[in-house]
Protein backbone atom coordinates (compact mmCIF):
# COMPACT_ATOMS: atom_id res chain seq x y z
CA UNK A 1 0.00 0.00 0.00
CA UNK A 2 1.46 3.00 -1.14
CA UNK A 3 1.33 5.79 1.03
CA UNK A 4 3.04 8.61 -0.66
CA UNK A 5 2.00 8.18 -4.36
CA UNK A 6 3.49 10.57 -7.36
CA UNK A 7 1.32 9.81 -10.17
CA UNK A 8 2.82 11.42 -13.28
CA UNK A 9 6.56 9.12 -13.86
CA UNK A 10 7.79 12.33 -16.03
CA UNK A 11 7.14 15.75 -16.69
CA UNK A 12 8.53 17.78 -19.55
CA UNK A 13 8.22 21.68 -19.46
CA UNK A 14 9.90 24.54 -21.79
CA UNK A 15 12.63 26.60 -20.20
CA UNK A 16 11.53 29.85 -18.19
CA UNK A 17 7.84 28.50 -17.53
CA UNK A 18 6.70 27.11 -14.52
CA UNK A 19 7.09 23.33 -13.35
CA UNK A 20 4.39 21.62 -11.43
CA UNK A 21 4.94 18.39 -9.43
CA UNK A 22 2.57 16.51 -7.63
CA UNK A 23 2.42 14.23 -4.65
CA UNK A 24 -0.55 12.70 -2.95
CA UNK A 25 -0.56 10.70 0.19
CA UNK A 26 -2.73 8.80 2.56
CA UNK A 27 -2.01 8.94 5.98
CA UNK A 28 -3.80 11.81 7.96
CA UNK A 29 -0.90 11.47 10.72
CA UNK A 30 1.74 13.15 8.44
CA UNK A 31 2.96 16.29 9.36
CA UNK A 32 6.29 16.81 7.90
CA UNK A 33 6.27 16.99 3.53
CA UNK A 34 9.65 16.72 2.08
CA UNK A 35 10.95 17.22 -1.72
CA UNK A 36 13.86 15.83 -2.75
CA UNK A 37 16.24 16.39 -5.75
CA UNK A 38 18.15 13.40 -7.27
CA UNK A 39 20.60 13.57 -10.47
CA UNK A 40 21.67 10.13 -12.08
CA UNK A 41 24.28 8.45 -10.31
CA UNK A 42 23.87 10.82 -6.88
CA UNK A 43 21.66 10.43 -4.11
CA UNK A 44 18.57 12.50 -3.17
CA UNK A 45 19.52 16.10 -1.85
CA UNK A 46 17.03 17.66 0.03
CA UNK A 47 15.36 20.41 -1.69
CA UNK A 48 12.29 22.21 0.46
CA UNK A 49 9.87 20.91 3.34
CA UNK A 50 6.91 21.89 4.74
CA UNK A 51 5.40 21.68 7.89
CA UNK A 52 1.18 20.06 8.09
CA UNK A 53 0.30 23.05 9.83
CA UNK A 54 1.71 25.25 6.72
CA UNK A 55 -0.04 26.03 3.53
CA UNK A 56 2.57 27.41 1.75
CA UNK A 57 6.23 27.28 1.65
CA UNK A 58 8.67 29.17 -0.25
CA UNK A 59 12.27 29.19 -0.66
CA UNK A 60 13.73 30.99 -4.50
CA UNK A 61 12.47 29.32 -6.99
CA UNK A 62 10.74 27.00 -5.79
CA UNK A 63 7.26 26.37 -3.52
CA UNK A 64 5.67 23.70 -1.95
CA UNK A 65 1.98 24.20 -1.72
CA UNK A 66 0.12 21.98 0.91
CA UNK A 67 -3.16 21.01 0.81
CA UNK A 68 -4.45 18.82 4.21
CA UNK A 69 -7.70 18.28 3.32
CA UNK A 70 -6.92 17.12 -0.27
CA UNK A 71 -4.29 15.44 0.76
CA UNK A 72 -1.96 16.76 -1.83
CA UNK A 73 0.94 18.62 -2.18
CA UNK A 74 2.76 20.24 -5.18
CA UNK A 75 6.43 21.79 -5.82
CA UNK A 76 6.47 24.73 -7.98
CA UNK A 77 9.20 25.54 -9.89
CA UNK A 78 9.53 29.19 -11.80
CA UNK A 79 11.42 29.55 -13.80
CA UNK A 80 12.57 26.16 -14.37
CA UNK A 81 16.00 25.86 -15.91
CA UNK A 82 17.65 23.07 -18.01
CA UNK A 83 19.77 22.51 -15.12
CA UNK A 84 16.29 22.02 -12.53
CA UNK A 85 16.16 18.26 -15.02
CA UNK A 86 16.29 15.15 -12.42
CA UNK A 87 14.44 13.19 -10.57
CA UNK A 88 11.79 14.82 -7.42
CA UNK A 89 10.59 12.88 -4.83
CA UNK A 90 8.33 13.43 -2.40
CA UNK A 91 8.69 12.56 0.85
CA UNK A 92 6.60 12.46 4.34
CA UNK A 93 6.87 11.39 7.48
CA UNK A 94 4.61 11.21 11.23
CA UNK A 95 6.01 12.54 14.32
CA UNK A 96 8.17 14.76 12.66
CA UNK A 97 10.22 11.48 11.70
CA UNK A 98 10.68 10.14 15.49
CA UNK A 99 9.86 6.90 14.28
CA UNK A 100 12.41 6.80 11.18
CA UNK A 101 9.83 6.71 9.00
CA UNK A 102 10.35 8.92 6.15
CA UNK A 103 8.58 7.88 3.08
CA UNK A 104 9.22 8.08 -0.04
CA UNK A 105 7.29 8.52 -3.74
CA UNK A 106 8.37 6.76 -6.33
CA UNK A 107 9.62 9.64 -8.18
CA UNK A 108 8.91 11.82 -11.12
CA UNK A 109 11.63 12.92 -14.11
CA UNK A 110 11.60 16.42 -15.06
CA UNK A 111 13.03 17.40 -18.36
CA UNK A 112 13.21 21.02 -18.60
CA UNK A 113 14.30 21.50 -22.54
CA UNK A 114 15.75 24.93 -23.29
CA UNK B 1 32.24 18.33 5.24
CA UNK B 2 33.01 14.99 2.89
CA UNK B 3 28.89 14.00 3.13
CA UNK B 4 27.79 10.35 3.68
CA UNK B 5 30.18 7.81 2.10
CA UNK B 6 29.47 4.76 0.65
CA UNK B 7 31.63 2.13 -1.00
CA UNK B 8 31.52 0.54 -3.91
CA UNK B 9 30.04 2.39 -5.96
CA UNK B 10 29.24 -0.57 -8.30
CA UNK B 11 29.27 -4.06 -7.60
CA UNK B 12 28.46 -7.15 -9.71
CA UNK B 13 28.46 -9.95 -8.48
CA UNK B 14 27.52 -14.11 -8.94
CA UNK B 15 24.10 -15.39 -7.72
CA UNK B 16 25.11 -16.77 -4.50
CA UNK B 17 28.26 -15.06 -3.72
CA UNK B 18 27.93 -13.06 -0.69
CA UNK B 19 27.88 -8.86 -0.84
CA UNK B 20 29.08 -6.53 1.24
CA UNK B 21 28.10 -2.18 1.38
CA UNK B 22 29.34 0.31 3.45
CA UNK B 23 28.69 3.12 4.70
CA UNK B 24 30.12 6.05 6.44
CA UNK B 25 27.86 8.89 7.96
CA UNK B 26 28.59 12.14 8.49
CA UNK B 27 30.29 13.00 11.76
CA UNK B 28 28.31 13.90 14.78
CA UNK B 29 25.13 12.32 13.15
CA UNK B 30 23.23 9.95 15.61
CA UNK B 31 20.83 7.97 12.71
CA UNK B 32 21.40 6.05 10.16
CA UNK B 33 19.48 4.81 7.65
CA UNK B 34 19.56 1.92 4.69
CA UNK B 35 17.44 2.69 1.82
CA UNK B 36 17.02 0.62 -1.36
CA UNK B 37 15.69 2.33 -4.99
CA UNK B 38 13.62 -0.15 -7.92
CA UNK B 39 11.97 0.68 -10.60
CA UNK B 40 9.06 -0.95 -9.32
CA UNK B 41 8.96 0.09 -5.61
CA UNK B 42 11.08 3.00 -5.78
CA UNK B 43 12.96 4.02 -2.57
CA UNK B 44 11.73 1.83 0.41
CA UNK B 45 13.72 1.96 3.83
CA UNK B 46 15.25 -1.62 4.73
CA UNK B 47 16.47 -0.50 8.56
CA UNK B 48 17.74 2.49 10.49
CA UNK B 49 19.85 3.00 13.91
CA UNK B 50 19.97 5.06 16.63
CA UNK B 51 23.02 5.91 18.26
CA UNK B 52 24.55 2.54 16.61
CA UNK B 53 21.37 0.37 17.82
CA UNK B 54 19.43 -1.09 15.09
CA UNK B 55 15.82 0.14 16.06
CA UNK B 56 13.39 -0.68 13.04
CA UNK B 57 14.29 -3.35 10.26
CA UNK B 58 10.92 -4.86 9.41
CA UNK B 59 12.13 -3.11 5.84
CA UNK B 60 14.58 -5.47 5.65
CA UNK B 61 13.09 -7.94 2.56
CA UNK B 62 14.53 -11.21 3.76
CA UNK B 63 17.03 -12.92 6.03
CA UNK B 64 19.39 -13.01 3.48
CA UNK B 65 19.81 -9.06 4.43
CA UNK B 66 21.80 -7.90 7.49
CA UNK B 67 22.98 -4.94 8.58
CA UNK B 68 25.50 -3.95 11.28
CA UNK B 69 26.59 -0.56 12.78
CA UNK B 70 29.83 -1.42 14.81
CA UNK B 71 30.80 2.25 15.85
CA UNK B 72 29.08 5.88 15.35
CA UNK B 73 31.10 6.00 11.84
CA UNK B 74 30.56 3.21 10.03
CA UNK B 75 27.81 0.50 9.10
CA UNK B 76 27.32 -2.67 6.62
CA UNK B 77 24.44 -4.24 4.90
CA UNK B 78 24.92 -7.37 3.71
CA UNK B 79 23.74 -10.26 1.94
CA UNK B 80 24.28 -13.58 2.05
CA UNK B 81 23.55 -15.37 -0.64
CA UNK B 82 22.92 -12.67 -3.32
CA UNK B 83 19.98 -13.06 -5.71
CA UNK B 84 19.22 -11.45 -8.70
CA UNK B 85 16.27 -9.83 -7.74
CA UNK B 86 18.81 -7.88 -4.91
CA UNK B 87 19.97 -5.89 -7.94
CA UNK B 88 19.15 -2.49 -7.37
CA UNK B 89 20.94 0.83 -6.19
CA UNK B 90 21.29 0.77 -2.45
CA UNK B 91 21.35 4.15 -0.32
CA UNK B 92 22.81 5.20 2.99
CA UNK B 93 21.90 8.13 4.87
CA UNK B 94 22.35 10.10 8.27
CA UNK B 95 20.51 12.82 9.90
CA UNK B 96 21.69 14.76 13.14
CA UNK B 97 18.69 12.88 15.19
CA UNK B 98 16.27 10.13 14.41
CA UNK B 99 13.61 12.96 13.49
CA UNK B 100 13.64 14.53 9.58
CA UNK B 101 13.25 18.15 11.26
CA UNK B 102 12.94 20.49 8.18
CA UNK B 103 15.84 19.17 6.24
CA UNK B 104 15.08 15.08 6.49
CA UNK B 105 18.43 12.60 6.26
CA UNK B 106 21.24 13.64 3.71
CA UNK B 107 21.83 10.33 1.46
CA UNK B 108 25.16 8.76 -0.21
CA UNK B 109 25.77 8.27 -3.43
CA UNK B 110 24.46 4.99 -3.09
CA UNK B 111 25.98 1.46 -4.44
CA UNK B 112 24.38 -0.34 -7.82
CA UNK B 113 24.64 -3.81 -7.07
CA UNK B 114 24.21 -6.27 -10.15
CA UNK B 115 23.69 -9.93 -9.60
CA UNK B 116 24.15 -12.01 -12.20
Known amino acids: DQQVKQNSPSLSVQEGRISILNCDYT??????FLWYKKYPAEGPTFLISISSIKDKNEDGRFTVFLNKSAKHLSLHIVPSQPGDSAVYFC?????????????FGKGTKLSVKP | DAGVIQSPRHEVTEMGQEVTLRCKPI?????LFWYRQTMMRGLELLIYFNNNVPIDDSGMPEDRFSAKMPNASFSTLKIQPSEPRDSAVYFC??????????????FGSGTRLTVV
Open chain 1, 91 to 103: AASAWGGSQGNLI
Open chain 2, 27 to 31: SGHNS
Open chain 1, 27 to 32: NSMFDY
Open chain 2, 93 to 106: ASSLTLGTGKSGYT
